[in-house]
């Protein structure tokens, strides 16, 4: 049962465009939501966050966008560079739930081309 | 300077045999975690210890065994290895509890291969 799903496996654009990851979720108790980014050979980051009382979080050249009604989540890049090339996953949980608890997409994997 | 940090990097073991996993953080968190990524990509849960005590224990054949020293550290040992558990697992720490906003800080991941 897959309560958070990503369902572009992988995204190509150009350096300097924007990039814009979805991401899609079925539970109504989530509230809180995550973006992690992840490079080869190493652990996910923590990139970008919204509770569910926000619509839109914006950190820089980062912003996520949540639509509840849709069960709908966005992270736009703009403008995209080639170092933001990763694995980017979502991540949704409970506000009063435990982080450990959080739900994973199985991310997408995201190229900038130069 | 690692804020989680996980050894070893890579195993390559034969089924049957037992291993380890070791995972320490320098962050001063109180909660640490495992999660198995498999190889359609999705992490889960498998443990969470908060200072010492276990928090989350996922559904997880016993064969799969937490063991947290200090709060510092988070081990995990596998009994009698089979092929199905081949997989990317990520050590990963948290402030407290973290219930609430507050995100996970993953280790760099320990790809296990079972022969």
């Known amino acids: 049962d897959q309560q958070v799903k990503q369902n572009s496996p992988s995204l190509s654009v150009q350096e300097g465009r924007i990039s814009i990851l979805n991401c899609d979720y079925t539970n109504s108790m989530f509230d809180y939501f995550l973006w992690y980014k992840k490079y080869p050979a190493e652990g996910p980051t923590f990139l970008i966050s919204i509770s569910s009382i926000k619509d839109k979080n914006e950190d820089g050249r980062f912003t996520v966008f949540l639509n509840k009604s849709a069960k709908h989540l966005s992270l736009h890049i703009v403008p995209s560079q080639p170092g933001d090339s990763a694995v980017y996953f979502c991540a949704a949980r409970g506000l009063n739930t435990n982080a450990g608890k959080s739900t994973f997409g199985d991310g997408t994997t995201l190229t900038v081309k130069p | 300077d690692t804020a989680v940090s996980q050894t070893p990097k890579y195993l390559v073991t034969q089924m049957g045999n037992d291993k380890s996993i070791k995972c320490e953080q320098n962050l001063g968190h109180d909660t640490m975690y495992w999660y198995k990524q498999d190889s359609k990509k999705f992490l889960k849960i498998m443990f969470s210890y908060n200072n010492k005590e276990l928090i989350i224990n996922e559904t997880v054949p016993n064969r799969f065994s937490p063991k947290s020293p200090d709060k510092a550290h988070l081990n995990l040992h596998i009994n009698s290895l089979e092929l199905g558990d081949s997989a990317v697992y990520f050590c990963?720490?948290?402030?407290?509890?973290?219930?609430?906003?507050?995100?996970?800080?993953f280790g760099e991941g320990s790809r296990l291969t079972v022969l």
């Open positions: 990963a720490s948290s402030p407290k509890r973290a219930v609430g906003t507050g995100e996970l800080f």
